[in-house]
């Protein structure tokens, strides 16, 4: 199956830092969504994109739904040591057989030194 | 609001063994997936389902099995367990409309 594909495939960084991520994709999606991981739990959802151009914010986490819906990008402001984990992207399409399944990134794994 | 919950957290099992992850959802929701999820790799969809009494395969089904009886339950079986299905799986549901999955915690496997 496809896999979207996703960067960096980890940070270190230090407390405060602001942080980037993306995932791209050859194909269209129509909904993109953004989840974390904490070790030993499963995936949570941080935001979910609907619409082109989207831009959506949760906290100190902003995410977008790039123009072409081919890409998206999730960003953390001053990031604290509770950030750390993995974080993944997911896209799904609505058409066709593919409806009901979601296209996951590889991770980012963020690590945040206090 | 229980959610997803999955059982059992933990397992290992000899080469051979069967078993049966047992997943529940209390959110009425009609699809429900199984992945598995390995260092590298991410999340790979095993089987899914779109409601209830219905099964489709995934991107990895081969050597597991799935069934639905009940809309709230999915159920994942390993008929003869391999040391290759050691991993961690995932347990997600859907509600009809929404693109949103809402994951488990997971059931950690080990096949020695």
């Known amino acids: 199956g496809q896999q979207l594909n996703q960067s960096p495939q980890s940070m270190f960084i230090q407390e405060g830092e602001d942080v980037s991520m993306n995932c791209t994709s050859s194909s269209i999606f129509n909904t993109w969504l953004w989840y974390k991981q904490e070790p030993g739990e499963g995936p949570v959802l941080l935001i979910a994109l609907y619409k082109a151009g989207e831009l959506t914010s949760n906290g100190r986490l902003t995410a977008q739904f790039g123009i072409t819906r081919k890409d998206s990008f999730l960003n953390i402001s001053a990031s604290i040591p509770s950030d750390v984990g993995i974080y993944f992207c997911a896209g799904q399409r609505d058409s066709g057989g593919s409806n009901y399944k979601l296209t996951f990134g590889k991770g980012t794994l963020l690590t945040v030194n206090p | 609001n229980a959610g997803v919950t999955q059982t059992p957290k933990f397992r290992v099992l000899k080469t051979g063994q069967s078993m049966t992850l047992l997943c529940a959802q209390d959110?009425?929701?009609?699809?429900m997936y199984w992945y598995r999820q390995d260092p590298g790799m991410g999340l790979r969809l095993i089987h899914y389902s779109v409601g209830e009494g219905t099964t489709a395969k995934g991107e990895v089904p081969d050597g597991y099995n799935v069934s639905r009886l009940k809309k709230q339950n999915f159920l994942l079986g390993l008929e003869s367990a391999a040391p290759s299905q050691t991993s961690v799986y995932f347990c997600?549901?859907?509600?009809?409309?929404?693109?949103?999955?809402?994951f488990g915690a997971g059931t950690r496997l080990s096949v020695l």
């Open positions: 997600a549901s859907r509600g009809a409309g929404e693109g949103i999955q809402y």
């Open positions: 959110m009425n929701h009609e699809y």
